[in-house]
C-alpha cells in the first residue's frame, strides 16, 4: 500500500500506527509532532497542516505538494521523507525524527553546548553545501529560498540535514513569488537570511538567493552570534542590508583554522550583487580543501567531545 509520487513511491501511513503523538513545533501552517512508529520502531516526526478544523481539499493538496518536493529532493544531506498520512480526518507528512534538533539550537544555547568543535562547524558547512549544490544541481533547480539555521537539523552523529519547516508562512507556490511586498511578514528569522534584492518587489531571486543566505549561515556557525542581533526592527535590518551593510566579519575568531579562507569565502557568497557570489559547487569545492588535512578519527572525536561536553552540561 503505497503513494506513488514521482519515481520510488512512499508508504502510507495509517494513523494508528503513529504512537504518543507530542507536539514539536507549531506555526500559522502548520504544527510538526514527534511520534514512535509501531512497526517500524523508530522516532518520526509528524508534520500536519493545522488550518482549522476539517482537512480542506486545498490543504491535502499542499501537504502532499511538498511530500512530492521532499520525495524530489530525496539526497545526503536533506531530511528524509518516510511516508504520507492520509486518513480522512488526518493528513501528514512523515519524515525521520533528528535528534539533536537544529543548527540554531547548538550554536546559539551556549549553556547547553559549551563547544562546538571547529572541524565538526567545517564538516557541517560543507555538508550544508553539498546539500544545496544538489538542489541547485537538479532539472529544474530546486531553489530553497528559506535557508537558515532553523532549518537545517542534525541527526544522531551531527550531520547536517537540510529542511524546510515552512510554518510560518505558505508553502511556495511559485519558486519566484517575490517577497518584496511585504517581507517583515515572513518569519523573523527569514528576513535576516534574505538578500538586498529580495527587498526589491520588481526583482525576481534565483540561485544565488541560497548562497547568500548560506554566506549568513557560514558567519553565523564560525561565529556563534545571531546575524542583525544589535538591529531593533527588522526594517532596519532591511534597508542596511540593501545599503551593503553585513554582519561584522571580527565576530570570526582568529583561532578559525584557515580563517582568511573563511572570511574570503563569506564575503563572496554575500556579495551585494547576486552575479558576484560563487556557485554551490565552488563552495563545496574550497571547503572540500578544508577538511582535506584532517584524518577521519579527528572527526569522530571531535562528535564524541562535543557528546561528553553536551552531557557534562546537561
Ligand atoms: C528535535 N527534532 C525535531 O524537532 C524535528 C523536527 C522536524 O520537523 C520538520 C522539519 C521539516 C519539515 N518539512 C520539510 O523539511 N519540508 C521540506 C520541503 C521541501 C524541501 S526541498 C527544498 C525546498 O524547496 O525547501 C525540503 F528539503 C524539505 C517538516 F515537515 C517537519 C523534523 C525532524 N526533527
Not at 525521520?96 to 537544529?102: A, C, I
Not at 537540510?162 to 527569514?190: E, M
Not at 561565529?223 to 534597508?239: D, H, I, N, T, Y
Amino acid at each position: 500500500e503505497s503513494v506513488t509520487t514521482g519515481t520510488c513511491d512512499l508508504q502510507l501511513v495509517p494513523y494508528q500506527k503513529l504512537l504518543d503523538l507530542h507536539l514539536l513545533a507549531h506555526g500559522g501552517f502548520g504544527s510538526v509532532f514527534h511520534a514512535r512508529h509501531a512497526d517500524w520502531l523508530t522516532h518520526v516526526a509528524v508534520k500536519c497542516l493545522s488550518l482549522d478544523g476539517a482537512i480542506s481539499v486545498r490543504e491535502r493538496k499542499i501537504l502532499l505538494r511538498e511530500a512530492e518536493m521532499m520525495q524530489r529532493a530525496r539526497f545526503s544531506h536533506i531530511i528524509p521523507i518516510l511516508g504520507v498520512c492520509e486518513d480522512p480526518e488526518f493528513v501528514a507528512i512523515v519524515m525521520e525524527y533528528m535528534p539533536n534538533g537544529s543548527l540554531d539550537a547548538l550554536l546559539h544555547q551556549p549553556w547547553n553546548v559549551p563547544y562546538v568543535p571547529w572541524l565538526l562547524r567545517i564538516r557541517m558547512l560543507h555538508e550544508i553545501a553539498l546539500a544545496m549544490n544538489y538542489l541547485h544541481s537538479l532539472t529544474p533547480p530546486l531553489l530553497h529560498h528559506d535557508l537558515k539555521s532553523h532549518n537545517v537539523l542534525l541527526d544522531g552523529d551531527f550531520h547536517t540535514k537540510i529542511a524546510d519547516f515552512g510554518l510560518a508562512k505558505w508553502r511556495k507556490q511559485s519558486q519566484f513569488s517575490s517577497v518584496g511586498s511585504n517581507p517583515t511578514a515572513l518569519g523573523a528569522g527569514t528576513v535576516l537570511y534574505m538578500p538586498p534584492e529580495a527587498f526589491d518587489s520588481e526583482k525576481r531571486t534565483d540561485a544565488t538567493h541560497d548562497v547568500y543566505s548560506f554566506g549568513i549561515i557560514m558567519w553565523e556557525v564560525l561565529s556563534r552570534k545571531r546575524p542583525f542581533e544589535e538591529a531593533m526592527e527588522l526594517l532596519q535590518v532591511m534597508f542596511s542590508v540593501r545599503l551593503g551593510s553585513r554582519p561584522p566579519l571580527e565576530a570570526v575568531p582568529a583561532e578559525v583554522p584557515n580563517r582568511e579562507f573563511f572570511v574570503d569565502l563569506t564575503n563572496r557568497c554575500w556579495a551585494q550583487e547576486p552575479q558576484d557570489r560563487p556557485t554551490f559547487s565552488n563552495c563545496v569545492t574550497g571547503l572540500e580543501k578544508m577538511l582535506r588535512p584532517y584524518q577521519p578519527i579527528e572527526l569522530i572525536c571531535a562528535v564524541s567531545e562535543l557528546m561528553q561536553k553536551q552531557e557534562l552540561s546537561r
